[in-house]
């Protein structure tokens, strides 16, 4: 798969599918704040791309095992273990894009965690390793196994980390400049700003799928060219349709089986039947299956794993040399190695002028069987190799070769599975056999452990405690950017704004309470006057009403007072603010007037810039001339 | 927030609603101008304005021994915090819902909502309050989230007022609007949205503009920051975001263009501050 020719990244250093893929590709994504529904999530995102023809179970697992990462890693982080299904408040984003050369499924999120874990070297020994001991290790060891390449970048900064994923498509369009896959794996730390996103022809949000529409038709969903069309007539956003890339995809399909040369182009063969020299090889190869399968039987009479060789003598002799558990995947490497070199040597011995069926296609179908059954699940295998082999019968015409092949698949599938029972027994007797030596080391290994958790202790507490110290000082920063800004002008306007309201309103206040004493005082007058017509009851009343009312001017007399004490502290606050008003006055007029004379500079630098090119133009006017007349 | 009419004559009372003193709560922002009558003027005066609040002890001390009169906005409000509720409803709903089995909680798959089909519905219920030439006034966008999120707690509102007014107003409408935007981008969890929305409103005050972060939530703050950039802009225009040239922007605008064709119609509700019904003569 890797060996798959892929045009270079756009940008490596953006966040984002867009950086990944080609400018005409489609993007979907999803901000997940906790775990509930990923199926249904995955269940989308895969009716969306399935028209791609890849292994849907693997990009799955893609999604699925970058998920929970990112989401236990966020729930430790943002303390919410306690939850019985944790919120998460800063969503993890899934994204996954498409273009006509592969699919990118990134996983994006936030952990203050990883910044120290994921390193260069922690990747890469981690990827490296056959059994990565943190969970990290873990993680990306299963997105490796699962990706053609795996770009982990880590922006420090915000926290960030983006994990992506990308698969090359089965039939990859043939692009100019176009390279195989340089490494399976790739580590980015970016410092400082991080670049901006490349355009992407297409974006959205994966509720905005008409879902229904799309799981309802997945139900019924057979990979043939009328439903792959239907599919590319979902709706999608602005009421377009996308039928370019199902239709590229469907193209690329047709084109790469049409161009499928097996038994075509030659001269000798007629593409009807096998060549004598490849029925020849095909039959050893036979043979060498039948003799694998002898062994096998052999060996589980045996149940050990002394003797043997040829296919399986390589595992049984790499099964003798480690003394540890066998590794499932080192299994199959091996058995890989040794099929591949089978193949090749009947493949020269063989071959004269005119393959019929290319050795390096052959071995790519058998490292495909190998592969899965390394890493995927009885059903997996299955369907993969029924594929295969559904894919094989349209490639070969020949029925000898396709009764062969199937017969040949099934048989090594059978040859697979005996293998790996095999190997689980052979796992149990070691663990038997090794339990007494290693209950003696067993008791070293705790206490080296018991040792190693007091050291991680003290290295924890010492970071905690380099982190109070980090906190701190930007605690300290914080306060004093605070103080700073406090002063700004903006502030200082409003508060200045605010005090002289205040003051206008006091006088306001102050302005109505004389009106009322004057008014008082011209009742009271009235009412003197009265009293000496010599109304005794309306005398009474008016005595009574002038007590009242003296108490009242008294009363209003004191609030004026204090409304002109208050005017004045008002005006003894404002003055300095005024004061500071005009400084900061007088230095914008002097900054305007800065920018005034410079702007009249850059002015006459245009007026010289623009006289030189005319003189310039003059210049080269004359030259041509010159030539001209010595021409 | 800036207001016309602060002095309203006794004829005018017809426009104005009459409002019980324990229907204003306290340091809940305020939608529209808040009058109180003054009997020997004859007048309505303006206590608060709008984005203004009040405390515990105002409202029993001036509120509960007057008549409290509001501005006309104030129903228009209310039918937008309809609008709000019903969206609240619908993602308080239960991720899981129980059914009772045993007497003990058992999961019933069949009747959860998926995450996507929740991004949806926010989608769909923020559009109601888009006006139909695509347009929506900050305003009225603090309005909706304040009552989708609740009250924005109040020791950071009091911290906030008192450090500046002008930037306090702008921290309601920019923090909003930031939460108005993540909804947009699939952004459904409650919890979440009003976290967001805490952190929007206190960064406008303690970090200048170019010192947001580069996380995702960080990047949301920031277009929006920039994209409300005074206390009276007066509306948002969503085409202005296929002008800009980020991969946040990007996303929006191929939203907010699936929203236009889906769901925006020719005869949606819109509200504004300006004219008649609102607090603002237009200029």
Redesign the interface.
Known sequence: MRDKKITPYRSIR???C?GLLKEDAYIF??????S??LG??TD?IMARVRSAGLDELSLRAISVIGFFEAYRDAIETQNLSGEL?P?????I?LECGIDDEKIALIV?F?SPRLMKEATAASVKMNIEASRPETHFGVFIKSLELFSDQLIIKK?P????IEIASVVALDYPAESEGAKPFEENYSYLEIIG??E??P??K????????D?TAMLTANREHKISSDAIADEGNMRV???DKITDDVSKVRAWNEEDKAGWGVGGGSGENDGNGLGADAEKALAVLHEKLEKAQAEIKELKKQKGMGKGGGLFGALKKSFSKEEEPVDPNRVGKVQLREIEKIVQEEHNEARKDNPLVSPDDLMDALEEIVRSIQIKSFYEVTKKNFELSEQYDEKIDSAGLRGWLNGFIRDLMKARFEMIDLTLDFQKKMKDGGSVSKSADKSLRDEIKKKDEVIRHKSNAITNLKEQIAQLNLNSE?LKS?NLS?MSD??FK?KYQQACKQISAAKDDVSKMRKRIDELTGQLAQAKANANKGDDKLLLRLKEQTVKDKKQIETFRRQAQDAVGQARKFEMQVQPMERQLKDAKDKIQKMSRVVESTKKDTDAGKARTLQLEREIQKLKMELEQSKKKAA | MNFDKRKRSKEEARDLVHIPADEIRPYEVLTAPVYVYLKANQKFIALKGPLDFFDENSIKNILGKNNIFIGPFYEEAQEIKKYAKALREELMQPYVRYNDFNDRPFPDPQITLPTYARSRICLRKATEIWSSDRTIEPFVVMIYIDELCGLIPKSDLIRAYNRDVDQFELALLRSSWAVFLAMHLGYYDLDALTHLRLNAFNWTFDLPNNKVGFSETDRIIKTAMETVKVIDQKTIQDLMFKERDDELSRRLAARFDFRAVEYLGDDQNSWSIYGEKGFLVER
């Open positions: 953006s966040f984002g867009a994504y999803h901000q997940m704040f906790n509930l529904h249904m999530v989308l299904i919120h998460l408040k800063e969503p984003t994006r936030q922006h900064e915000s926290y960030s700003n991080l901006e996103t355009r992407a297409n974006i959205q949000e994966l509720g905005d799928l879902y956003s602005g009421g914080r605070q406090a903006a502030q409003s």
